[in-house]
């Protein structure tokens, strides 16, 4: 299996504990809770600003020393409504206990504190379309460049329809070049729809000095250190993604493949 595809290691607790340190890069970090209803989880932000996106499931917050109440909407992520997230900075801590079966997805990359806790969404968090034809997919930004939310991190997910491309054309964002490039590290948590199926992600350079291509399946996450990273839908089974991405500069900037710039 390629060292850039991390399968779950369980069905319940942490299932994904990603760190700058187990993928060796410098940013981004990536964990993912399930839990059952009346379950409680906390942690420590510590050094990271951490964005808590409610993939699946409701549960009752305290984070940064406030009660949010009750959030989450959607028991399904394929309802494709916008999620309810809760921003949380550095040296600050969380806890949540679940009031349905939850999937909690913590994003994570360098806190300054600059920014003060707060929910974000559904307001303002739309399924906006990208891309035309078998290009096609859709897309809620919960926490991109225009929404100064955060220090560092940058999520957003998407949805591919079955038989469509995402993160396509192939792009990269690997360089410390603004307003040219940006160096941004990411990853992928991949569902699919109906979830016995599969897709595809190739992770590779322009050199083929990195070349990975990989069967992701229902829970997998891909990390993205460098280079191009497309992903396929296969005709009959619908792909989701919560991407989160972080660098030295809060900004998106990417290079397409040589091969596809005709197609930006």
């Known amino acids: 299996m390629s060292g850039l595809l991390k399968r779950p290691f369980?069905?319940?607790g942490k299932v994904h504990s990603i760190t700058p340190q187990s993928v060796g890069w410098?940013?981004?970090g990536f964990d993912l809770i399930k839990l059952r209803p009346g379950e409680?989880?906390?942690?420590?932000?510590?050094?990271?600003?951490?964005i808590l996106v409610l993939v699946e499931g409701k549960a009752i917050f305290e984070a940064a020393g406030q009660d949010w109440g009750e959030l989450g909407d959607r028991l399904s992520v394929f309802d494709k409504c916008a999620p309810h997230s809760l921003y949380v900075p550095n040296g600050e801590a969380w806890h949540c206990r679940a009031t349905t079966d939850l999937t909690l997805a913590v994003c994570k990359a360098p806190g300054k504190s600059g920014h003060q806790a707060r929910k974000i969404g559904q307001e303002g968090v739309t399924l906006s379309q990208r891309?035309?034809?078998s290009n096609t997919r859709y897309i809620h930004n919960i926490a991109m460049e225009n929404e100064d939310y955060c220090d560092s991190l940058l999520v957003t997910e998407v949805y591919t329809p079955a038989g469509n491309w995402s993160s396509y054309p192939s792009h990269r964002h690997d360089e410390d070049d603004y307003p040219r490039i940006t160096y941004l590290e990411e990853t992928y948590y991949h569902r699919l729809n109906p979830a016995d199926g599969f897709g595809i992600q190739r992770v590779y350079t322009?050199?083929?000095?990195?070349?990975?291509?990989m069967a992701v399946h229902d829970g997998d996450v891909v990390c993205v250190p460098r280079g191009h990273h497309p992903c396929g839908?296969?005709?009959?089974?619908?792909?989701y993604?919560?991407?989160?991405?972080?660098?030295?500069l809060r900004k998106w900037r990417f290079v397409a493949a040589p091969?596809?710039?005709h197609l930006m």
Do not use: C, I, K
Not at 233 to 239: L, Q
């Open 206 to 213: 322009d050199d083929l000095s990195l070349n990975e291509t």
């Open 131 to 133: 891309g035309e034809g």
């Open 26 to 28: 410098r940013y981004v």
């Open 10 to 12: 369980g069905q319940h």
């Open 259 to 261: 091969q596809v710039e």
């Open 233 to 239: 839908a296969p005709h009959g089974f619908e792909m």
């Open 241 to 248: 993604y919560l991407n989160v991405m972080a660098g030295p």
């Open 40 to 50: 409680s989880w906390e942690e420590q932000t510590g050094d990271f600003e951490v």
